[in-house]
């Protein structure tokens, strides 16, 4: 069912055909279309297809309207782009009908500022672009060309799941930013007051804070250093003949002198304090409820990000006040030791694949290859993944090799085709950005700085490893982002019709804030919904997905 909305609360819908992908009836006015999509959600429970989720959703949860299934149109074709090695293009629904028709693309509208809970909400459908009944027949268009292209993928019926999985994240992610993550604005002010001391006035740095800045002054002999400036605070070391190559925490643990300590207990609180302080709760805690607004696929390996609040960097001091309602609990559940698991799926290793049977995948592989050293399994394993396979690494990763002989060459064919400028793909078929576009640092999503490419042969050979590094990681870590995404969509759909709410997302972390009685039902679930998402993607694997699941009033109590 295609739908558009008119910026007023009305808009169009038109039948279409799932199978066929064509229009199926005409199409019909909707002068109150959160009732008309209500209406036909509960008779027919179509896969809606409109251009943006996060233009639409969130309007329809507002007037307290819940959908099962979708096609997001701009998040389908930034996969196919992306798949063509053509990442980055613009996405919209008119660029994709511009390119298909090869008339010049338009750019993608600015994305809006990122707005708190709290700031006014204007009309209904305030964030979806003005649409008329044409706008529907846009809508095929670029939908039978995206069902077109999926087809001609190396493996269509993979893509196809991607796609779904990405338009049912999609919902997800809007569906938690209206619900919100419950806070107690009260225990934040405690752990707070307790870290830092009382909230100064105008925003002044708290007791604590202040009184480490006038210590690391005078340890360094520097009245009025900001140590919160990195500028100033190489400055001042240099002056006490200490060169510093930069001023993070990894550099300051190796330095010998008083201030060091310092520095490293200040930067922490001041991390706390100016991302996660008093400001930060009266701008984004409202009525109990955080509510950020998530960004699915913001990180280049399919890995979700957040606009404004920093809800994916929360610190676990702070999580204090992530408490669950009176009469309810919070169900964490942490998919453990996934990357690895997804290595033993994909390389179709059976080696590792036994040992990704059991429970503790390390201590299987410990007892199975390296004489029961729990630490020497995780360091081959970890440093296979991630390229860290030189230095006291290559002992254990020599054992790996010999031992786990296609999972380490599933890996080393992905650093090999990054090395020589190629693209990879995760298991569904999202595709890395190509060589000639910026680098991208996978946890973060933010441009990594790596050599030139066309400088002399030593900075190529350096450029060619770091983007063998990248492409070694993307084709696990993407794929581990494909399972949480099926996690996500099957638990999802295994909650409605309770009354538990998916909260909280972080790669490999699902919350459910749920009434107390529903929790050991909720748990269950998770645990259906690991095994399923597993079977969706790899089929009847002997590899496991074990959750660890815990049901606490309090998130740091998980």
Not at 297 to 314: C, D, E, F, P, Y
């Amino acid at each position: 069912m295609a739908v558009a909305a008119d910026g007023s609360g009305g808009g169009w819908l038109q039948p279409y055909d799932d199978a066929r992908g064509t229009p199926s009836g005409p199409v019909a006015a909707a002068p109150d279309l959160a009732a008309e999509v209500a209406h036909r959600e509960a008779h027919d429970a179509p896969r809606w297809l409109w251009a943006s989720t996060a233009a639409v959703y969130p309007a329809l949860l507002r007037a307290g309207v819940r959908l099962s299934r979708c096609h997001d149109l701009e998040l389908t074709e930034a996969l196919l782009l992306g798949y063509a090695g053509r990442w980055g293009e613009p996405r919209s629904v008119a660029a994709a009908l511009a390119r298909r028709a090869g008339a010049p693309v338009p750019p993608d509208p600015p994305p809006p500022p990122a707005r708190p809970p709290g700031d006014p909400q204007g009309s209904l459908f305030d964030l979806a672009p003005a649409a008329s009944a044409d706008t529907l027949a846009d809508l095929g268009l670029a939908y039978a060309d995206q069902r077109r292209r999926i087809a001609a993928t190396g493996a269509p019926e993979r893509f196809r799941l991607l796609v779904a999985a990405e338009s049912a994240g999609a919902l997800v992610a809007a569906e938690m930013g209206h619900d919100g993550l419950p806070w107690r604005a009260d225990e934040h002010d405690r752990v707070l007051s307790q870290l830092l001391g009382p909230r100064a006035p105008g925003g002044a740095l708290p007791a604590r804070l202040a009184r480490l800045s006038a210590a690391i002054a005078e340890a360094l002999h520097a009245p009025g250093l900001h140590p919160d400036s990195p500028a100033e605070l190489r400055r001042a070391f240099a002056r006490a003949g200490i060169r510093l190559p930069d001023t993070r925490a990894w550099s300051l643990r190796g330095v010998d002198h008083p201030a060091a300590p310092l520095v490293l207990e200040y930067k922490e609180l001041y991390r706390v304090w100016s991302a996660h302080g008093w400001s930060w709760c009266d701008t984004w805690v409202h009525q109990g409820r955080f509510r950020p607004e998530y960004v699915p696929a913001g990180v280049v390996s399919g890995r979700w990000a957040t606009r404004g609040g920093g809800a994916l960097q929360i610190p676990k001091v702070v999580r204090r006040a992530v408490v669950a309602d009176d009469g309810w609990r919070l169900v964490v559940a942490d998919a453990g030791q996934l990357e690895p698991r997804v290595l033993a799926a994909v390389s179709g290793d059976t080696g590792l694949a036994a040992a990704a049977a059991t429970g503790d995948l390390y201590a299987a592989l410990a007892a199975e290859s390296f004489d029961g050293d729990r630490a020497r399994a995780k360091v081959a394993l970890l440093g296979a993944m991630y390229g860290q396979t030189g230095g006291a690494a290559l002992p254990a990763v020599a054992v790996l090799r010999q031992r786990y002989p296609e999972a380490w060459r599933y890996v080393e064919q992905a650093a090999r085709t990054g090395q020589a400028g190629g693209l990879v793909r995760s298991w569904l078929g999202r595709t890395c950005p190509p060589a000639s576009a910026a680098w991208y640092d996978l946890d973060t999503g933010g441009a990594a700085e790596v050599p030139a490419l066309d400088g002399d042969g030593a900075r190529r050979e350096a450029a060619a490893r770091a983007r063998g590094r990248f492409t070694r990681n993307f084709v696990i870590q993407a794929t581990a982002a494909e399972w949480a995404l099926a996690l996500l969509g099957v638990l999802r759909a295994r909650l409605r019709g309770c009354a538990a709410q998916l909260v909280f997302f972080q790669h490999d972390e699902v919350v459910v804030h749920c009434p107390a009685d529903e929790a050991e039902a909720v748990t269950a679930a998770a645990h259906e919904a690991a095994d399923r998402a597993g079977r969706l993607l790899f089929g009847d694997v002997t590899v496991r997905f074990p959750l660890d699941v815990s049901v606490v009033r309090c998130y740091a109590d998980a």
